[in-house]
C-alpha cells in the first residue's frame, strides 16, 4: 500500500467514526474496513456494506472548462506548492491558486514542460518565504504579478483551524459557492452503481458521501434535499466541517 493509499485509508477511518457519532440511528453491531464495499457492519439481524466517497466539487458538468490534461497540471502544480509551503509556514493551511487558464491552454504557447513546473514552484516559494504572515491573519490575498509566475494570477492561503493536512483546490473557474444539488452527485452515483455488481454479498448497502471540511471547493454553501435514483438501500451526506449528517434515501 503506498503513502496515497495509506493517506485515503485513515481518511475513510476518520470520515467512518464521525459518521458513526454523528448519525443516531447507527446500528450496533462489529464494524470491519474491507474493500469493496469501504466498510462491513455486522448486526444481530443482517450485514450491512459501507461505500464512502467524496462528494466533488467540479462533478457539475457546467464546472468542466478544463481538460484532463490540464486539471492534472494543476493538480501537480498545487500539491508541489503545498508540499514545500509546509515547510516554511507554521500552521496547517488550504491553499486556493487561480491560475492564468490562456497558460495551460493556449496551443499557440509552448507545453508546459516538467522544468517550467519547477520554476513555477520555485518563484512561488522565493516569494513566500519573504513574507510575513500576522498572528491574527486568518486568510491573505496574493497577487503580486511581478512577483508571482506569470501562469498564476493569484493565490488565496487560508488557515486550517482543524487538524488536517494542508490541502489545495483550483479556482480558476471562479464563482461563488453553490448549494449541493443532484447535478452534483449524477456523476458519483453512476460510478458507485456499477461498482455495487462487484462488492462483496451483504444485506443492505449504503452510499457515505462527504465533505473534505474546508470552507471552499470542497464544501457547498448549503445542502438541498432532494430524492435519488440508486440501488443503494441508504445514502447519506456527512458534513465533516459541521458534524452534521443528511439522509437522502
Not at 508541489?80 to 493551511?93: G, R, S, T, V
Not at 460510478?191 to 470552507?215: A, H, I, M, P, V
Request: contains cysteine; negative net charge; proline residues 4%.
Amino acid at each position: 500500500m503506498n503513502n496515497h493509499e495509506k493517506q485515503q485509508k485513515e481518511e475513510e477511518k476518520q470520515i467512518f467514526e464521525s459518521f458513526q457519532k454523528a448519525y443516531d440511528d447507527f446500528p450496533i453491531g462489529k464494524c470491519c474496513p474491507f474493500e469493496g464495499p469501504d466498510y462491513l457492519i455486522y448486526t444481530a439481524e443482517k450485514k450491512i456494506g459501507i461505500e464512502i466517497t467524496e462528494i466533488i466539487f467540479n462533478n457539475n458538468p457546467s464546472n468542466r472548462k478544463t481538460t484532463k490534461e490540464t486539471e492534472s497540471l494543476y493538480n501537480r502544480i498545487g500539491n508541489l506548492l503545498c508540499e514545500k509551503l509546509d515547510e516554511i509556514l507554521n500552521f496547517k493551511f488550504i491553499l486556493s491558486i487561480n491560475f492564468n487558464s490562456d497558460d495551460f491552454t493556449n496551443k499557440q504557447k509552448p507545453k508546459i514542460s516538467k522544468k517550467t513546473i519547477s520554476k513555477i514552484v520555485e518563484t512561488t516559494i522565493n516569494y513566500f518565504k519573504e513574507i510575513k504572515w500576522p498572528d491574527d491573519c486568518t486568510n491573505k490575498d496574493f497577487d503580486d504579478w511581478k512577483r508571482l509566475p506569470p501562469q498564476i494570477n493569484n493565490i488565496n492561503i487560508y488557515k486550517q483551524f482543524i487538524e488536517e493536512e494542508p490541502s489545495y483546490y483550483d479556482e480558476s473557474t471562479g464563482g461563488a459557492l453553490p448549494s449541493l444539488t443532484l447535478e452534483y452527485l449524477k456523476s458519483t452515483l453512476e460510478n458507485k452503481e456499477k461498482c455495487l455488481k462487484k462488492y462483496s454479498q451483504c444485506d443492505e448497502y449504503w452510499l457515505l458521501l462527504f465533505e473534505r471540511g474546508s470552507s471552499l471547493s470542497t464544501s457547498f454553501k448549503s445542502i438541498e434535499t432532494f430524492e435519488v435514483a440508486t440501488t443503494f438501500d441508504k445514502v447519506f451526506i456527512y458534513r465533516n466541517s459541521k458534524d452534521r449528517v443528511f439522509k437522502l434515501k
